[in-house]
């Protein structure tokens, strides 16, 4: 194809070029700091709400045996799991459905992990944990937390839908997080009509749950949120975390 004196000149210059490339870099630099800043910021008030008593005072839990059944779909780790279990690749994300930086993993990284799991490239397993209570007036993130199992055992097959319209309606910090009556509605919303979710939500079901697991995958090493990983090795770098699609090219170089 011949190229002419016009089409030569609509292309950017030198200068113009290293002009993006400067504006790339200052963009991937700043949302990198921003995103260790907020993850330090999720990770730093852990251990002070792992001993916060919640709201309703759930039932003492003595041992595992005292622990609600996992609902389908979740792993002994209290991971909900999604995709075809065959996969050469499985996807591991911890996360607080209370922490910003999850919910800018999500949203750069929701598409993606629909894709994967649903093409059958990668098995999804998302840890939702809950240290966050003291960053709303209503211990939002245990409340979001307890509704992930709910809605995981009334249908995992819908769970990442969810998912993206909970960090959609994320509340701000140090406010008022959303009350059940909208964890309902947002159920409903994702597909999730039927009232023993919404029981589920209210009651409070997994609460002990939520709590016993949170603790073990703390333990486990995990000391950030979100933390990710592709076939057990940690993702660390930010671009991979929340550039539009950014695991892709991790998924694909895996399988």
């Known amino acids: 194809m011949n190229t002419t004196q016009d089409d030569w000149s609509s292309l950017p210059s030198e200068s113009q070029r290293a002009a993006h490339n400067r504006k790339v870099l200052v963009g991937l630099v700043t949302g990198g700091v921003l995103f260790a800043l907020v993850s330090a910021l999720c990770v730093g008030i852990v251990a002070q709400d ?3 008593d919640v709201v309703g005072t759930p039932k003492p839990v003595q041992n595992s045996a005292q622990l609600p ?9 209290g991971a909900v799991r999604i995709g075809d279990p065959g996969a050469q690749v499985v ?3 911890v996360a607080d459905l209370q922490c910003p930086a999850c919910q800018m993993f999500d949203r750069a990284n929701a598409r993606v992990l629909q894709e994967a799991a649903a093409s059958g490239s990668a098995i999804v ?11 709303s007036t209503n211990q939002y993130s245990s409340r979001a937390g307890n509704a992930s199992f709910c809605v995981a055992e009334a249908d995992p097959s819908k769970y990442q839908g969810w998912l993206v319209a909970m960090f959609d309606n994320q509340p701000a910090e140090g406010g008022d997080g959303l009350a059940d009556e909208r964890l ?3 159920a409903r919303e994702s597909g999730y009509a039927d009232a023993a979710v919404a029981q589920c939500i209210t009651e409070r079901k997994y609460d002990s749950y939520l709590r ?8 486990g090493g995990v000391n950030s ?3 990710v990983f592709v076939n057990g090795q940690q993702i ?6 929340f550039a539009p699609d950014g695991l892709g090219p991790l998924i694909s170089a895996t399988r």
């Open 184 to 186: 309902i509605e947002i």
């Open 212 to 219: 016993a697991k949170t603790k073990e995958v703390l333990a």
């Open 236 to 241: 660390a770098d930010a671009e991979h975390l």
């Open 50 to 52: 792992l001993t916060k």
């Open 225 to 227: 949120t979100p933390s």
């Open 91 to 93: 996807v591991r994300v």
């Open 69 to 77: 059944g996992a609902p389908a779909g979740v792993t002994d780790t």
């Open 125 to 135: 397993e998302y840890n939702v944990i809950s240290f966050l209570d003291r960053a």
